[in-house]
């Protein structure tokens, strides 16, 4: 049974992981942050159905004794690092943890390897944020990189020292420049899923309107389910490479509201407003990716169109936020009240 080591397993994309390699037949375990919540830290791998069969270890991207002491323990052939601050938005307030995190953070996670276990097999989630002000209007392996902000910056770091690595030292080291993914589990904070959950609350009466920043970017969507696939795919290859994945389809955001408001019968130009408070110091105006070399090596495409996705993550929100204004959660006060 192969065993597989996750970084960011409590994120989107280390569930639909930790699904997919579970299914597989590997031994899964995953790094985890001390949280004074861990009660509520496993709950997309609860959602996912694996929070029970993954094995989760405390340690921090930013502490190498802990990723040292995790993979002498855990022995990991494939390690695949997730793990990031990911929030583009957030990484212009605090740069120097992005950097810390997002850009050396790999590089621990390679050292540990390069000292413990180099024969292990490395996935570093790179990110189309790299090509930011972008240089070609289709993206590919080969487009000059031009990140727009202190996450793209950091990413951009952590993919070189990533080729390096290979380079130097001889390591099975792959980075998968992935377009953004989305699905169910998608953070709250990011637009697709802001807008679906805010459809939601719009739909059920809990909100009015839905106050986003600048409608006009567009991106290259795909499905997390789909993209880790991907990933998993590169590291089942005879050499370590370097792949774009993608959908080579670009929608703006005001499109992706028109479609989320119109999947439950309304029309998205009597909610969505746009606030000059929440535009970036910098956009990345456009994205659109060529994902041919890993349709073309890895045997990938894409499976779910955007229109399913958008649907599902609506339905998702819509059943949360009935499942919370049905449920009463029993407040201090009434606790209180009922022990007196
Ligand atoms: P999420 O934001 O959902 O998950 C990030 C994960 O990183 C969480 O598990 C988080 O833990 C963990 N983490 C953050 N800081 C640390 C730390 N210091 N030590 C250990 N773990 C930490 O991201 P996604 O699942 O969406 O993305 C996965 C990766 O892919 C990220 O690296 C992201 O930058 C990259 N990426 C994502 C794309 C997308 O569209 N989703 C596209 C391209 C790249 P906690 O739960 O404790 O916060
Ligand atoms: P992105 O995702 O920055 O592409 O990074 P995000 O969903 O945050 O933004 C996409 C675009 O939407 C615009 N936007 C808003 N964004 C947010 N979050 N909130 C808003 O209210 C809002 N209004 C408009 C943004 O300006 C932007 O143009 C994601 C992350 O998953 C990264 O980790 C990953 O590397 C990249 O995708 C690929």
Redesign the pocket.
């Known amino acids: 049974m192969p065993t597989a080591l996750i970084?960011?397993?409590?994120?989107?994309?280390?569930a639909y992981l930790s699904k997919l390699l579970l299914d597989k037949g590997y031994e899964v375990y995953g790094?985890l942050?001390r949280?004074a919540s861990a009660d509520i830290?496993g709950e997309r791998l609860r959602w996912i159905g694996v929070l029970d069969q993954v094995k989760l270890i405390d340690g921090?991207?930013?502490d190498l004794s802990s990723l040292i002491r995790i993979v002498q323990t855990v022995k990991p052939d494939e390690v695949y690092n997730?793990?990031?601050?990911?929030f583009v938005a957030a990484s212009w307030q605090q740069p120097l943890l992005t950097a810390q995190?997002?850009g050396v953070?790999p590089v621990n996670i390679m050292e540990a390897l390069r000292i413990v276990r180099p024969e292990a097999r490395f996935y570093q989630?790179?990110?189309?944020e790299m090509f930011g002000k972008i240089q070609d209007k289709i993206q590919s392996e080969t487009t000059p990189f031009y990140p727009r902000s202190p996450y793209g910056a950091a990413k951009l770091y952590a993919h070189w020292m990533t080729i390096n690595y290979r380079e130097s030292f001889g390591m099975f080291a792959c980075s998968g420049i992935?377009?953004?993914?989305e699905s169910p589990l998608r953070?709250i904070e990011f637009v697709t899923r802001k807008i679906t959950d805010g459809v939601a609350r719009i739909k059920l009466g809990l909100a009015r309107e839905l106050t986003l920043g600048n409608l006009e970017a567009k991106r290259d969507w795909g499905h997390?389910r789909d993209y880790v696939q991907a990933m998993w795919l590169m590291l089942q290859q005879d050499k370590a490479d370097d792949y774009v994945v993608a959908t080579n389809r670009t929608t703006s955001i005001r499109e992706f509201c028109r479609m989320a408001f119109a999947h439950v019968g309304l029309d998205y130009h009597e909610f969505v407003r746009s606030s000059a408070d929440l535009m970036r110091p910098a956009e990345v105006d456009v994205l659109l990716g060529d994902a041919s070399k890993a349709r073309e090596h890895l045997g990938w495409t894409p499976k779910i169109p955007l229109e399913q996705t958008v649907g599902d993550m609506v339905e998702a929100d819509l059943a949360r936020h009935r499942a919370r204004t049905s449920v009463q959660m029993p407040t201090e006060a009434s606790l209180l009240h009922e022990l007196s």
């Open positions: 970084t960011g397993i409590t994120g989107q994309d280390g790094l942050r949280s830290i921090n991207l930013t997730l793990a990031a601050q990911s995190v997002t953070g989630a790179s990110s189309s992935l377009f953004n993914h953070g997390a």
